[in-house]
């Protein structure tokens, strides 16, 4: 588990983080296998981590719940939404904690038997669901013997959404998503974009790093980017890295490998500092 919580690179941008104004955020690292139970016990137990920190928004990996030997063992435990068991451990979690509570993607039935929808939901501090998110853009991906196709599996959402919290406007994306940065644009002046992701370590170890801090920088906001990182059973490897970037493109705190969380301090005030200081989002001229 990472233990740094503030970083000399997060002091150079001005971030306070034990300011009264900031707001805790954790972002969870897992290396999910096939088996649902033993996912979530694990993701239990790493929220509880973070809870223990002080985190008021924990954020779950995409595909936390399963990681299938095949791609078809999402479709065989997809749920209906607003009922099933990774739901109904979503909701139990965030009401037991008093936290707000991001399911990274769960897996939710779709308009077609053979697909699931890929889709992150979040809870409030009262178990609530105040907001879904379908993975709009949908990998695919040849190099080698590496080869993925989302869309065999996984049906496209089609919906761009921003969910009010009482510490921030929140945008949701999910994983792949993060190469399309019209879809940012397209949430409008948020305070967090939300990233839970699982990168293959081929696209991750290139590209990650370099894809999350321009989402902050171009947006001028956190970005909370919660990952798989590690080997899993079916032989895939994920790159981890899971961060939480400022709204300057600043790393707060990462975990490069293993089961963990990353916490830090989220401050409004320094959005506002930043956005007055460098008013980019007011001088677009295109797309407005």
């Not at 503030?6 to 707001?23: F, H, L, Y």
């Not at 037991?96 to 939710?108: N, R």
């Not at 919660?226 to 939480?244: F, K």
Request: net charge neutral; aromatic share 6%.
């Amino acid at each position: 588990m990472s233990t740094r919580l503030r970083s000399t690179r997060a002091q150079q941008s001005g971030q306070a983080e034990g300011d009264a104004a900031a707001t805790r955020i954790a972002a969870v690292q897992m290396a999910s296998g096939p088996r649902v139970d033993a996912n979530l016990k694990e993701a239990a137990r790493l929220i509880e981590i973070a809870v223990g920190q002080g985190a008021r928004l924990v954020a779950l990996p995409e595909y936390f719940g399963i990681m299938g030997m095949q791609d078809t063992d999402k479709v065989a435990v997809r749920e209906q939404y607003g009922r099933g068991p990774i739901q109904e451990f979503l909701a139990d979690t965030a009401r037991k904690h008093g936290i707000w509570l991001v399911g990274g993607s769960v897996p939710l039935v779709a308009s077609t038997s053979s697909k699931v929808m890929n889709t992150s939901l979040v809870y409030d501090d009262q178990g609530n669901c105040v907001a879904r998110y379908d993975k709009i853009h949908l990998f695919g991906f040849e190099m080698g013997s590496e080869s993925y196709s989302e869309e065999r599996t996984i049906e496209h959402g089609k919906q761009v959404v921003v969910v009010d919290t009482p510490f921030a406007r929140i945008g949701l994306s999910i994983c792949y998503d993060l190469r399309f940065p019209e879809l940012y644009r397209a949430m409008g002046e948020v305070d967090l974009i939300l990233v839970p992701s699982a990168f293959t370590e081929t696209t991750g170890k290139a590209h990650w790093e370099t894809l999350i801090r321009a989402r902050a920088i171009e947006n001028l906001a956190y970005v909370l980017a919660p990952a798989q990182g590690g080997y899993h059973v079916n032989g895939r490897e994920t790159h981890g890295d899971s961060m939480i970037v400022d709204p300057w493109g600043v790393v707060l705190d990462r975990l490069p490998r293993g089961s963990g969380v990353v916490v830090a301090g989220m401050n409004r005030t320094h959005i506002k500092r930043l956005r007055q200081s460098l008013p980019a989002l007011q001088h677009r001229t295109l797309g407005r």
